[in-house]
């Protein structure tokens, strides 16, 4: 388990003089430790182990019925030719050669001329078990240099009839392990491409989510920017321009003001910065009131705050429905707010028209256009608003709903937006999509 920072650290005990061997030490108990954990047990090497101990107990007593050795070397040779079994599923190739060894040296010692093999039963099933290990567990190469001497070594059997048909069993014995090795191989890589494909589905669904999560915090951003900056800006143009309606303002006032539009512009670009980071993933409804409802109140609104503001609203507003109204209320305010930026004093022309006859396949619409000249000669053009992205929010959020719009400069040094909403039903009421 790991341990947190705030764990206390631990107590050094060596002696300087022991210092020098810590790196020896810790080695050494890495070692170790591998070592304790190839050799830990589970209940293939308990099987094995208990196998081996099983054959090893038949083969000593019995090894006297079909051959004949010094009694001293039966236990040796009988160990060689069964023990290897406990460790061969660690070392399978090892355990292979100790009990092929063990077949080969026994051949010359056999005694029974009735005995059809040419070493004890015993040690045909520990070989027949060290090979099905290396055939299961070795590299390919190892496999088929094990395959070919078990073959080669079945013809030491005595009698021709009695090798070849061993040789036999020995090539079918190895095919059936290997179509075992191939169909236990097939199963991990079909249970390892589940595993992916599943960790490709999460992941896949995890990046849908986060793409709708940015959607939406993309138009959350864009309505933060629609409202917060043009009432901000209302703030700039309000500040700036108070002196100049106002009479008998003095000095110290006018500082005032100054220190108010300054500290707005300032309030305006964190603004900006902070949206910037929000525009990565959402749209939230808004708290205040917007549609075709509150489009002569911003009108308004914005003439009260020092724009040189005219409009004019020809059709049935009534007709505008509410997905089209909150669309040109939101391109009337934006276009607001970049005209009191970029031309301060300068004539602003607003015409909204409902057109509400159909013309073949095109649908009934409403165009805004908002025309702003150029600013005032005396004007001050208010820092550190370039870099928004009100153009681009309007364009976004009138093609959104199937319509066109332009954002175009004027001969005169203005600037010209208009803005075409196809409207999609007769009367108010729908969705409420984009506010």
Excluded: K
């Excluded at 010692?109 to 060290?130: K, M, N, S, Y």
Aim: glycine share 8%.
């Amino acid at each position: 388990m790991r341990s947190s920072s705030s764990d206390p650290a631990p107590v050094d005990l060596t002696s300087p003089d022991d210092a020098a061997g810590d790196g020896r030490s810790a080695t050494r108990v890495e070692r170790g430790r591998s070592f304790l954990g190839i050799l830990r047990p589970d209940w293939v090497d308990l099987a094995l182990l208990s196998l081996a101990a099983l054959f090893f107990t038949v083969a000593w007593p019995t090894f006297f019925v079909t051959h004949d050795a010094w009694p001293a070397l039966v236990p040796l040779l009988a160990a060689l030719g069964t023990l290897p079994v406990a460790v061969a599923r660690r070392w399978p190739l090892p355990a292979w050669c100790a009990v092929a060894i063990a077949c080969v040296v026994a051949v010359p010692l056999r005694t029974e001329p009735d005995f059809a093999l040419g070493w004890p039963v015993v040690f045909h099933l520990a070989l027949a078990v060290c090979l099905g290990a290396v055939i299961l567990l070795g590299p390919p190469r190892r496999i088929a240099a094990a395959v070919a001497v078990t073959v080669a070594l079945m013809a030491l059997n005595p009698g021709l009839e009695v090798s070849v048909g061993w040789m036999v069993g020995a090539a079918v014995f190895s095919t059936v392990m290997i179509l075992v090795r191939w169909l236990l191989i097939s199963r991990r890589q079909l249970e390892s491409s589940s595993q992916r494909l599943e960790r490709e589905s999460q992941r896949s669904a995890q990046q849908a989510d986060l793409r709708v999560l940015a959607e939406e915090r993309n138009r959350l951003a864009r309505d933060l920017h629609d409202v917060v900056a043009h009432q901000m800006s209302m703030i700039v143009v309000q500040s700036q321009s108070a002196p100049y309606r106002l009479q008998g303002v003095t000095p110290a006032v006018h500082a005032e003001f100054d220190s108010i539009a300054e500290t707005a512009r300032e309030a305006l670009d964190e603004v900006r910065g902070l949206l910037g980071v929000l525009r990565t993933d959402a749209e939230e409804q808004t708290t205040e009131p917007v549609g075709v409802d509150q489009i002569e109140p911003t009108l308004r609104a914005a003439r009260r705050s020092g724009i040189d503001l005219t409009w004019q609203l020809t059709g049935e507003m009534d007709r505008i429905d509410e997905t089209a109204g909150v669309v040109l209320h939101r391109v009337l305010q934006e276009s607001l707010a970049n005209a009191s930026r970029h031309a301060p004093g300068g004539v602003v022309v607003v015409t909204l028209t409902a057109d509400t006859t159909s013309d073949g396949d095109e649908p009934p619409s409403a165009t805004l256009e908002v025309d702003n000249g150029p600013a005032a000669p005396d004007a001050l053009v208010a820092p550190g608003t370039g870099g928004g992205s009100g153009i681009a929010g309007m364009s976004a959020r009138v093609r959104a709903v199937g319509g066109s719009f332009s954002a175009l400069p004027a001969s005169d040094g203005g600037f010209t937006v208009t803005a075409t909403v196809p409207l999609r039903s007769g009367r108010r009421g729908g969705s409420r999509l984009l506010e």
